[in-house]
């Protein structure tokens, strides 16, 4: 199938690997449920205990220790749902299916800033563990931003948390795939990874857990997934994820040269608009992706705009309705209101070429230098663009 038009939106959904597709297509024809004993279900079994091995691999883990779920969203909430403790510690700039659910539990929740770079401050979390307080607690801090892109320093966040006795949660999801991630490395208790951020397909994750940590289920019923995940497993949406975790492990060389990409979107950007921010750009970023503001230009103004030329980009953040909602991320990096209403994500996936470099930066020049500095410009909005 041939795509039109040039897409850099892989942190909403990455283009589905061909392998993928395929693993999905075959499962789905052959049918099957794995709890069957019968032949048909034995295969599906094994289709699903073959996808958790390629899962394992590309987190570091032991297949034993994933829990297939509905995803990334699923994972993150039973994480914090089922860690049962009396207290959750997040950082600022967590996606809503961590940050919704520590504000909707049964505990009380602290947040821990991020500083101007967009890293989690793991000092600020050290004070807040120290403070006496001896409540049962869960930290849970993501391994990269899904906006940014910039990575936080989730060992030290462990090591600092596990020193003060509470259990560690990392949200994986925009990681897995990009960089290397490794479960035993990063010392976490759990980690959470989706299907369609690593080429597969959507509406399924996993939630790795470590061996020893006693986890409630969110759902009760058949006991599937050793009883922490009941429902009949979606084996066609196991296997897809299982293949694209495969290429996606044995592409992460090719994957880490998508930064020189990204890094030449970013200086021809600067090039015709020196200053235009950047955000998170002198953190440790993943390799593909790129926040950068028009000051001046609405996100929203510029994702139609970009659309109508072909590209699809997002918005810092849009909530599930598609309206456009001005990004926490970057309000907890301290970036001024007008840098944060202009902010665009431009990801890069494993199909991105030069070419939808070449474009996006023409297109994004063409409408800055129609929206803040061409002659028919108000004045009011050119001084927007330039003040
Ligand atoms: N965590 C992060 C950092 C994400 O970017 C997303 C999706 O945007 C999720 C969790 C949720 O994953 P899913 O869409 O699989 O529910």
């Known amino acids: 199938m041939t795509r039109a038009g040039v897409y850099l939106d892989y942190n909403a959904s990455g283009l589905v690997r061909p392998q993928a597709a395929e693993a999905v297509a075959d499962a789905l024809a052959r049918g099957g449920n794995p709890s069957s004993v019968h032949q048909l279900g034995r295969a599906a079994r094994r289709t699903v205990e073959q996808a958790r091995e390629q899962v394992a691999a590309l987190a570091g883990a032991e297949p034993s220790q994933i829990i297939f779920t509905g995803g990334g969203t699923e994972a993150n909430n039973q994480a914090i749902l089922g860690a049962a403790v009396s207290r959750v510690i997040i950082s600022a700039i967590e996606h809503d299916s961590v940050h919704e659910m520590a504000f909707a539990g049964p505990f009380e929740t602290d947040v821990v800033p991020v500083n101007g770079d967009g890293v989690a401050d793991a000092e600020a979390l050290a004070r807040l563990l120290t403070s006496g307080d001896e409540r049962p607690t869960l930290v849970s801090v993501m391994l990269a931003n899904n906006e940014t892109g910039v990575i936080q320093p989730v060992q030290t966040i462990a090591e600092v948390a596990h020193s003060a006795g509470a259990l560690v949660h990392c949200d994986g999801v925009q990681a897995a795939g990009k960089i290397a991630v490794d479960f035993k490395d990063l010392g976490v208790d759990m980690l959470s990874l989706s299907g369609h951020k690593i080429g597969g397909p959507q509406g399924i994750g996993a939630l790795i857990v470590r061996a020893g940590l006693d986890l409630a289920p969110l759902l009760h019923g058949g006991k599937q997934e050793r009883g ?138 063409a409408l800055h230098e129609r929206l803040c500095s061409g002659e028919a410009t108000p004045a009011a909005m050119r001084s927007a663009c330039h003040g």
């Open 228 to 365: 922490h995940r009941s429902g009949t497993e979606n084996v066609p949406g196991i296997a897809g994820f299982g293949a694209a975790a495969k290429v996606a492990r044995e592409s992460l060389g090719e994957f880490t040269q998508l930064a020189a990409l990204r890094d030449r979107l970013e200086s021809r950007v600067r090039d015709f608009a020196p200053d235009a921010p950047v955000h998170g750009a002198n953190g440790p970023r993943l390799p593909n992706t790129s926040c950068l503001s028009m000051p001046g230009v609405s996100s929203e103004t510029q994702v139609i705009a970009f659309d109508l030329e072909g590209i699809m980009v997002s918005a810092g953040a849009a909530c599930s309705s598609g309206k456009v909602q001005a990004s926490g991320v970057l309000t907890a990096m301290g970036a001024p209101e007008r840098e944060v209403e202009s902010a665009v994500r431009v990801s890069l996936g494993w199909a991105s070429t030069p070419a939808d470099v070449d474009r996006f930066v023409a297109a994004w020049s």
